[in-house]
C-alpha cells in the first residue's frame, strides 16, 4: 500500500525496488532513528490492539507496558533511544489505554493488522490492491471505521481527499469491495463511515485522534474516487511506454527517499536538462 | 571597478588623517569607504616612522582576515621595493600626507624586509590568537595547564554532545533521581532530538547559566528565584493548582443547578454554558476542568469579554457579578498554570543543562583543554589578578600600537582585553617617554554576528570611553567619519539613505541619533541604478490532485521558481551586453529551497554559477558516488550501492546496463556483474578496487581511484569544476582521520557520516560564475550588480527563540507563544527586537554589495507580505520616487530608482509592450556594435578605459599625457560650477596641487586651454551657468521600425531658450582631428542622445559635440553625421 504512495510521489521508487530489485541496507551501526521509534512504539499498540481485540485484559495499563517492554528490547544496545523513548511510550500507553477503552463502547468486533485485497483487471492481467489496515472497527451500527496509528504527523485531508496520501481511502475501498480475512472468517463488505488517524507522540497531549473530515463526499464516495483513480493509474502504466519518471511531484522535487542517489537526483536537479527517465 | 577614478581631495584628506599613526583614532567607516585598506595603511606609516613591528598588535575578527590584512601590508610593502624614487614619494606622500625623502624612501624600501625577519614578526591575529599566546607565556599566573590545547569548534561540540549524552543516560537509568525527573519532565515537552537542541542552545549560554547559578548560589536555589519570578510556589504542582480549580471554586457545584436554572432564560450563549456545567458534572480529571473553563474562556482561553448576555447580566446581577469574579480567579488560576509549566520546564532543563556543563569544565581541566570562551575569560582574569601585575608590565613592554579592524563584531568582553592593554597607554606605561596609540574601525551598522557574540552597542559605547581616556592634548584623539564609498554609485547609496533615513528605522542601525551618516560616491563613479521587481505571487491555486502526479510533468510553478527563472532570464541579458557573470551577486538571507532553485535556474539558463558556497560533504553528489562505492566493496550484498556507483561517472553504465544487470537476476548484483560478460571491463576494474581497498589506507585508496584511474577527471568532466572542492575537502578529511584513528575504510565512513562536515567554497576568489550566498557569507565582498532575492521574509531572525533571557539573568525554556507568562513576553520582545534590528543591518550590508546596480525582488505568499521586511522598508522609501519602466527581459515594468533625476522622457508604453510581446531577446541584444551604449552600464567618463583596453598599450612614458587627461577632465567637470571671473584663479591653485609633476608652463597651457574652451562662443551656453554635468538620461528611440532602449549619462548638458547642448568627454590619445577618425561608436552614443532630447525639446535644436581632453579640443558633430550615425546603429 504504501507503494501506491511512492507509485504516485517518486515512480522511480517503484521502478529500482520492484523492478531492479535494489534494496536499501543499513549501515551496520547506525543508531535508531525516528523511523525506528515509529516502529517500536506503532509495534507495541498494534500488538494491544490484536491481542486484546476481543476483550480487555484486567490491567490494560500494566498489559500494555509489557508489550512495550517487549518491543524495546531489541534497542538494549541503545540506552540513549531508550531513555528518550520510554518515558514517551509510557505517557502514549496510559492515553492510549483510556482512549481505546472508551472508543470500544461503540464497537462491534475489533480487528488489527488485518490484510485485505482487491483485484481487477488491467489490461490482460489482473491487478491486485492488498494492504494491511492498523486498526478496522465494525461499528455497532455495522458500517466500518478505519483507523492508522501514527508516531509522526497524521495526513491532512486534503493530502487524503486529492490522493496525496491514498491508504486510507483506498483500504475503505477494500472494504467494500475486496476480500479482508480476518480471525473470525472474511469480513463481510461494507459502508465505511470513519477515517481517522491517531498520533501518538506522548507529548502534550499524549495522544490524539484526527478523524477525517471530508470537505467533499463521505468516507464511502472517496472511498470509490480512490479506487477509480488507482484503476485509471495503474492502466496507464500498463502501458509500456509509459516512463518511471522520479521525483514528479514538485512538493518532492529536491529529495525523496533511498532512490535518490541512484537516480543522481542532484546531478540533474541542479545541471538540469536531462531527461531522466529510468527506462 | 577598474576604471581610474578621481578621489577628491577631501577624502583622501581623511584617509590620511586616519592613517597619521601619531594620533589614536576611531573611524567610524561606511560599508565600501576603505576602511581596510586604511587600517593597513596605518600599519605602514607605524612601520614608516621606525616602529618596531614586534610593537604593533593588529586584531582581526576572522584568521582569514588576519591573513588578508597580513598580506596586504606585505604586497604594499614588497611592491615600494621595486618603485622608482618618484613614484615611492608620491606614495609615502598619498599615505602620510608628508613628502619623502631620500631617508625616507631607503626606510620604505627596508620595511618589506625587517617586517618578515623581526623575531614575532607584525602581529596580525585574532583576539583568540591573542590570548592563546599569552596564555601559552604565563600559565602559572593565568592558572591555565602548562601545555594546554585549544579545543576546536568541531571537538567542543563532540565533547558536549559525548557529555550530554552521559546525563541523560544517567538520567534514564535512575528515574527517581534529579536528572530522571528532569529528563521525565521534559521529555513530555520536547521530542527527543528537540530536548537536545535545546540543551545545545543552553551550553552555548553557558556564560549566563554559570553566573546565573553562581550568583543564586546553585542549582537548586537558582531554580528557586525561578519560581518567585514566575510567580508560583515552589511546592506547586500540576496536580496542586488543577485542583484549586473546583476546591476554591466561587461557585461551588452545589450552587450550579441555580445557576443553570438562572441561564435558561437566556439566549444561545447563555444555554452553551448550561452544556459545559453539565459535562463538567459527569466528568473527571483534565476534562471536567476543561468544560467548566468554556464558560468563562475562549477556545483559546482568553477570558470571554461578555461572560453572559446583556438579559443575564441585568436580570441576574448577582449571578454577573460572581461569574465575572469567578472568571478572574480561574483566569489567574490558568496564568499559574503557564507560569509552572515554565518553571518545571526550565527547571528540568537547567538541572541537566548545568550537570553538563559543570562536566564540561571539569573534563576539560583534567585533559588541559581550553576552548574559544575560556581563552578570553583566563586572559581576563590573568588581567584582574594582583599577582599579575608584571604580566602587565612585560606587555606593556610590548605593545605600544593596537589597532582593531571590524571593531563592531568585537564582544563586550574582548573589548575589556582591549581596553586592560591599553590602559596603560594613558598612564605613561612602562616607558613614558614612547609615543602610543589605539586605532580601532569599524562598522556598528555591519554588524551581523550576534549569534557570535558581537555587541553592536558596544562600538559607540567604547568609543565614548576611549575618547575620554585618549583626548588629551598630550596623547591626541580624533573620531573620524568616512562617508565616502569607493565601491558603489550614487544611486544605489542614494537607496541605502533614504531606507534608513526614518527614525524608526535607523535607530536599529545605528547608535547615532543623528541617523545614519550620509552615504557618498566618488564624483566619477558610475552612478547606478536600483531596481524594483514586482512580487511573484502565487497563481490562483489549483489543488493539487495527487492522483496525477505521476503524468504532470507541467506541474505548476512556484513563484520561487519562477523568481529563480527570471534572476537566469536577467543575468542571461545583461551578460549578452558585456556583463561578466563574475560581476553578479546574488543574496539570500538563508540557504533553502529559493536559494537552491536560483542555482538550478542559473544552471538550466547556461549562466556559469558557482555552486552553494557551503555545503554538508557527505550530500555532495560526487562524495556520495566515493562513499558507495566504499559501501559496495565493504559489502558486496550492498546491491543498491553497487548500482550508485556503476551510474556514477566512475563507471559510467547508463540505465539501459543497469537495467539488463538488475532485471531478472537470481543472485546478488555483483554475481550478477561477475557473471555478464559484457560486463568483464566493470567487473574487473571492481575487483582491482576491491584488492586496492584491502591493501591500501582510506585516503591512499581514494588517492588512487580519483588520481591514478582518472576517477577525479571522470567527475569533472560529468559535474563540473566545483565538485573539486568537494573532493579536495575529502581527501583531507581522510588524511586527517587516518592521523587520529586506525586507518579503516569502514572506520572512515562510518565516522565521516556521523561528523557532517561542511565544506565551505571561497567566493572572494572566484571564478567568472555568479556567486549565489547569503549576506553573511558575502561580508566584505563586492560585485558590480547585486540582487537580493530573499526578501519578504518576516523580520526576525531565523527562528523563534527557544531560550528567554530574563531581565534577572534567568533563563526560560520556552515553547509556543501562547504558553509564554508576563516575563517571559517581555523578554521574547527583547529578542524580537534585537532579532529585528540585526534583520535591518543585514539589510544594509546587501545593499551595500552591490557597486552600481541593485535589484530588489523576491516572492510573496499566499498572504500579503509580513510587516517590515526588506521588500517592503526598500519598496516604502523608495517607490515615490520610482519611475516604472520597461523591464530589461520585457516582462512588464519594473521600477528604478535614480538619486539624481533623470531627464522625464515619456516611456512609450505600446513600445514596451511589443518588446514584452516578443518573448524572446529583443533583436537589438545580439546586435555588437551597439553595445556600447544601450548596455544597461551607463556610458560615463570613466569608460574610456574601456577603450584603453581596447587599444595598444600605452607605454609608460605617456603618464604624463594621462595625467594631463585626468587633470582636463576633472578641470572641465569642475570650473563651470565656479563664477567666470573666480574660473582662472582656481585652475591654477587646482594644477599647482595635483599637477606637481607638471612644470609651470605646461600646467599654465592646460589651464589656458580649458579656459578658452570654456569660453568657446560656439559652445558657450555649454558652460553657463544652470547647465549640468553628468546628466542620467534614460529613453526610447524608435528608428527603423526598431525601439531601443537608450540608457546613460549626458558629461554636459545645457538647456537654452532656443536650444539644448549636449557634449560627451572623451580621453582619446592622440585625439582625433578629424570627423572621420572619431570612433563610430561616439557618434552613434550621442545621436542616441540626441534622438531622447529631439523627444522631449520637440521644439529646440540639439547641438552635440564631443570635448577631447587631451588636446582639449571641442569638436561639434554635425547633424548630418549624427543622423547617418543613428541610422547605421538600427542597421547594423
Known amino acids: 500500500m504504501t507503494a501506491v504512495e511512492d507509485w504516485l510521489r517518486d515512480p522511480y521508487t517503484i521502478y529500482a525496488r520492484y523492478v531492479l530489485k535494489l534494496q536499501p541496507l543499513d549501515a551496520v551501526d547506525t543508531p535508531p532513528g525516528a523511523r525506528d521509534r515509529g516502529t517500536v512504539i506503532h509495534g507495541a499498540i498494534g500488538d494491544y490492539t490484536a491481542q486484546f481485540a476481543a476483550e480487555l485484559p484486567a490491567d490494560p495499563s500494566q498489559a500494555l507496558r509489557k508489550l512495550g517492554d517487549k518491543r524495546f528490547a531489541p534497542l538494549g544496545d541503545f540506552p540513549e533511544a531508550r531513555a528518550f523513548w520510554w518515558p514517551r511510550f509510557l505517557r502514549i500507553a496510559q492515553w492510549f489505554v483510556s482512549w481505546d477503552a472508551a472508543r470500544r463502547d461503540g464497537i462491534e468486533t475489533l480487528h488489527a493488522e488485518i490484510r485485505g485485497e482487491l483485484k481487477f483487471p488491467v489490461g490482460k492481467r489482473e491487478f491486485t490492491l492488498s494492504a494491511i489496515a492498523d486498526r478496522i472497527e465494525r461499528r455497532k451500527d455495522g458500517s466500518y471505521a478505519i483507523i492508522d496509528y501514527k508516531t509522526g504527523a497524521a495526513r491532512t485531508e486534503k493530502q487524503v481527499r486529492t490522493g496525496l496520501a491514498p491508504q486510507l481511502t483506498l483500504e475503505a475501498a477494500i472494504l467494500r469491495a475486496g476480500k479482508v480475512e480476518s480471525k473470525l472468517g472474511n469480513l463481510a463488505p461494507g459502508s465505511v463511515s470513519e477515517i481517522a488517524y491517531v498520533t501518538l507522540k506522548g507529548g502534550e497531549p499524549a495522544g490524539k485522534q484526527l478523524s477525517v473530515d471530508f470537505k467533499e463526499g463521505t468516507p464511502d464516495t472517496q472511498a470509490d474516487h480512490a479506487l477509480g483513480k488507482l484503476k485509471a493509474l495503474a492502466a496507464q502504466f500498463e502501458d509500456p511506454a509509459t516512463p518511471y519518471l522520479s521525483l514528479v511531484h514538485p512538493m518532492w522535487r529536491n529529495h525523496y527517499g533511498d532512490y535518490d542517489h541512484l537516480a543522481r537526483v542532484k546531478e540533474w536537479s541542479l545541471s538540469g536538462g536531462d531527461e531522466e527517465d529510468g527506462e | 571597478m577598474s576604471a581610474p577614478r578621481t578621489i577628491p581631495d577631501h577624502v583622501l584628506d581623511v584617509q590620511v588623517s586616519a592613517a597619521d599613526p601619531d594620533v589614536s583614532a576611531f573611524v567610524s567607516a561606511n560599508a565600501g569607504s576603505g576602511k581596510t585598506y586604511v587600517l593597513a595603511q596605518r600599519v605602514i606609516n607605524l612601520l614608516l616612522r621606525g616602529v618596531d613591528p614586534a610593537k604593533i598588535l593588529c586584531i582581526t575578527f576572522t584568521k582569514a582576515a588576519a591573513a588578508n590584512m597580513a598580506n596586504e601590508v606585505f604586497k604594499r610593502l614588497a611592491d615600494w621595493t621595486k618603485l622608482d624614487d618618484k613614484t615611492l614619494d608620491d606614495r609615502i606622500r598619498r599615505s602620510t600626507g608628508g613628502s619623502g625623502d631620500a631617508a625616507k624612501r631607503a626606510r620604505a624600501r627596508r620595511l618589506f624586509a625587517s617586517a618578515l625577519e623581526t623575531p614575532g614578526g607584525l602581529k596580525v591575529q585574532t583576539i583568540h590568537a591573542f590570548c592563546t599566546r599569552l596564555l601559552h607565556q604565563f600559565p602559572f599566573e593565568a592558572n591555565v595547564a602548562a601545555r594546554f590545547t585549544v579545543l576546536d569548534e568541531a571537538t567542543t561540540t563532540q565533547l558536549l554532545d559525548e557529555l550530554t549524552t552521559d546525563v541523560l543516560l544517567e538520567a534514564s537509568a535512575e528515574p527517581e533521581g534529579a536528572f530522571g525527573k528532569a529528563l521525565a519532565a521534559a521529555i513530555v515537552i520536547a521530542a527527543d532530538q528537540t530536548f537536545k537542541d535545546v540543551i545545545g542552545d543552553a551550553i552555548a549560554e553557558r556564560d549566563a547559566i554559570e553566573a546565573w547559578i553562581a550568583r543564586a548560589g546553585g542549582v537548586e536555589q537558582a531554580i528557586g528565584e525561578l519560581s518567585a519570578t514566575f510567580g508560583v510556589a515552589p511546592d506547586d504542582t500540576k496536580e496542586s493548582l488543577e485542583q484549586e480549580f473546583f476546591s476554591h471554586s466561587l461557585i461551588p457545584e452545589s450552587e450550579w443547578p441555580a445557576l443553570i436554572e438562572a441561564l435558561e432564560s437566556g439566549s444561545k450563549a447563555d444555554t452553551n454554558h448550561i452544556d459545559a456545567l453539565t459535562a463538567a458534572r459527569s466528568a473527571s480529571g483534565r476534562d471536567r476542568i476543561d468544560s467548566y473553563l468554556r464558560i468563562f474562556c475562549t477556545a483559546e482561553l482568553e477570558p470571554r469579554k461578555n461572560i453572559v448576555t446583556k438579559k443575564i447580566a441585568e436580570g441576574h446581577p448577582q449571578w454577573f457579578d460572581r461569574l465575572k469574579a469567578e472568571q478572574g480567579r480561574v483566569c489567574a488560576l490558568l496564568a499559574r498554570e503557564r507560569a509552572l509549566a515554565a518553571r518545571d520546564r526550565t527547571a528540568a532543563l537547567i538541572t541537566i543543562a548545568a550537570e553538563v556543563i559543570a562536566r564540561y569544565a571539569r573534563e576539560k581541566e583534567r585533559r588541559g583543554l581550553l576552548d574559544y570562551d575560556d581563552l578570553i575569560d583566563k586572559t581576563l582574569a590573568l588581567f584582574g589578578r594582583s599577582s599579575a601585575a608584571w604580566v602587565l608590565y612585560k606587555l606593556d613592554l610590548g605593545i605600544d600600537h593596537v589597532l582593531i579592524d571590524e571593531a563592531q563584531d568585537t564582544s563586550p568582553k574582548q573589548w575589556d582585553i582591549v581596553e586592560t592593554i591599553v590602559s596603560e597607554f594613558t598612564q605613561g606605561g612602562a616607558r613614558p617617554n614612547v609615543r602610543r596609540t589605539v586605532f580601532a574601525v569599524g562598522d556598528e551598522k555591519q554588524s551581523i554576528f550576534s549569534f557570535q557574540g558581537a555587541a553592536p552597542l558596544e562600538f559607540d559605547a567604547r568609543r565614548r570611553l576611549f575618547e575620554r581616556q585618549f583626548d588629551t592634548p598630550e596623547l591626541g584623539w580624533k573620531y573620524l567619519r568616512f562617508h565616502h564609498s569607493f565601491r558603489s554609485g550614487q544611486n ?641
Not at chain 2, 553504465?653 to 537470481?666: G, I, M, P, T, V
Not at chain 2, 576568489?765 to 560585485?783: I, N, P, S
Not at chain 2, 541584444?925 to 581596447?950: E, G, Y
Not at chain 2, 550621442?1086 to 521644439?1099: E, N, Q
Open chain 2, 492 to 1132: 544605489v547609496l542614494g537607496s541605502v539613505d533614504r531606507v534608513f533615513s526614518g527614525s524608526a528605522v535607523f535607530a536599529s542601525v545605528t547608535t547615532d541619533a543623528a541617523g545614519v551618516p550620509p552615504h557618498e560616491a566618488l564624483p566619477n563613479a558610475a552612478p547606478g541604478l536600483v531596481e524594483l521587481w514586482p512580487l511573484i505571487a502565487p497563481a490562483d491555486k489549483k489543488e493539487m490532485e495527487g492522483w496525477d502526479a505521476p503524468f504532470d510533468t507541467e506541474s505548476e510553478e512556484s513563484p520561487r521558481v519562477q523568481l529563480a527563472r527570471r534572476i537566469a532570464a536577467n543575468v542571461k541579458i545583461w551578460m549578452a551586453h558585456g556583463l561578466k557573470a563574475g560581476d553578479v551577486l546574488v543574496l539570500v538571507r538563508q540557504r533553502g529551497p529559493l536559494f537552491e532553485a536560483i542555482i538550478r535556474a542559473l544552471k538550466n539558463a547556461g549562466v556559469p554559477v558557482a555552486g552553494a558556497d557551503r555545503l554538508v560533504l557527505t550530500e555532495h553528489i560526487a562524495v556520495m558516488d566515493l562513499m558507495a562505492l566504499a559501501d559496495a566493496l565493504l559489502l558486496p550484498d550492498d546491491d543498491l550501492a553497487l548500482a550508485c556507483v556503476l551510474k556514477s561517472p566512475l563507471f559510467g553504465l547508463s540505465e539501459e546496463q543497469l537495467f539488463d544487470l538488475a532485471w531478472n537476476r537470481k543472485s546478488s548484483l555483483r554475481i550478477s556483474l561477475h557473471a555478464n560478460a559484457d560486463f568483464a571491463a566493470t567487473n574487473s576494474a571492481l575487483e582491482d578496487l576491491a584488492k586496492a581497498a584491502r591493501d591500501m589506507t582510506p585516503f591512499g585508496f581514494f588517492a588512487h581511484v580519483l588520481g591514478a584511474l582518472r576517477g577525479r577527471a571522470k567527475i569533472l568532466a560529468r559535474l563540473g569544476p566545483e565538485a573539486n572542492d568537494a573532493l579536495d575537502e575529502f581527501l583531507n578529511l581522510a588524511l586527517d582521520y587516518e592521523t587520529r584513528e586506525t586507518p579503516s575504510l569502514q572506520g572512515f565512513l562510518a565516522w565521516l557520516r556521523a561528523a557532517r562536515s561542511e565544506v565551505r567554497r571561497d567566493m572572494e576568489l572566484a571564478r567568472d560564475e555568479v556567486r549565489v550566498m547569503t549576506v553573511h557569507g558575502a561580508k566584505g565582498l563586492e560585485a558590480n550588480t547585486v540582487i537580493l532575492a530573499d526578501t519578504t521574509t518576516p523580520p526576525g531572525g531565523p527562528r523563534d527563540p527557544r531560550l528567554l533571557k530574563l531581565a534577572n539573568g534567568a533563563l526560560a525554556w520556552a515553547t509556543a507563544r501562547a504558553a509564554d507568562i508576563r516575563v517571559m513576553t517581555e523578554a521574547r520582545e527583547r529578542s524580537q527586537q534585537d532579532a529585528r534590528d540585526e534583520y535591518r543591518r543585514l539589510l544594509y550590508v546587501a545593499m551595500t554589495r552591490a557597486a552600481e546596480r541593485l535589484i530588489i525582488c523576491g516572492v510573496q505568499g499566499a498572504r500579503k507580505i509580513p510587516d517590515g521586511c526588506w521588500y517592503q522598508l526598500v519598496g516604502d522609501a523608495l517607490s515615490a520616487d520610482c519611475k516604472s519602466e520597461p523591464a530589461d527581459d520585457g516582462d512588464g515594468e519594473v521600477l528604478r530608482f535614480r538619486k539624481r533625476e533623470a531627464l522625464p522622457v515619456e516611456i512609450r508604453k505600446d513600445a514596451a509592450a511589443k518588446v514584452a510581446k516578443a518573448a524572446t531577446l529583443p533583436a537589438w541584444l545580439t546586435r555588437d556594435a551597439a553595445a556600447d551604449v544601450a548596455a544597461p552600464r551607463t556610458v560615463t567618463p570613466s569608460s574610456a578605459a574601456d577603450d584603453d583596453a581596447a587599444r595598444p598599450f600605452v607605454a609608460a612614458g605617456n603618464a604624463m599625457a594621462l595625467l594631463r587627461g585626468t587633470l582636463v577632465h576633472r578641470l572641465m567637470q569642475s570650473l563651470p560650477d565656479i563664477p567666470p571671473e573666480l574660473r582662472a584663479k582656481a585652475a591654477a591653485d587646482y594644477l599647482a596641487r595635483r599637477g606637481k609633476d607638471l612644470d609651470q608652463a605646461q600646467r599654465d597651457a592646460i589651464a589656458e586651454q580649458v579656459l578658452r574652451l570654456l569660453d568657446d562662443v560656439r559652445f558657450g551656453g555649454l558652460f553657463l551657468p544652470g547647465s549640468r554635468a553628468e546628466v542620467p538620461i534614460v529613453g526610447w528611440v524608435e528608428t527603423g521600425g526598431k525601439t531601443i532602449r537608450v540608457s546613460g549619462q549626458i558629461d554636459r548638458l545645457a538647456v537654452t531658450p532656443s536650444s539644448v547642448l549636449i557634449a560627451d568627454y572623451k580621453t582619446n590619445r592622440p585625439a582625433p582631428g578629424r570627423i572621420e577618425d572619431v570612433p563610430p561608436g561616439y557618434l552613434r552614443q550621442l545621436a542616441l542622445y540626441r534622438a531622447v532630447l529631439t523627444k522631449l525639446y520637440p521644439k529646440k535644436s540639439v547641438t552635440a559635440a564631443l570635448i577631447w581632453t587631451e588636446a582639449t579640443e571641442i569638436m561639434e558633430i554635425s547633424s548630418t553625421a549624427l543622423d547617418a550615425a543613428l541610422a547605421g546603429n538600427t542597421l547594423a
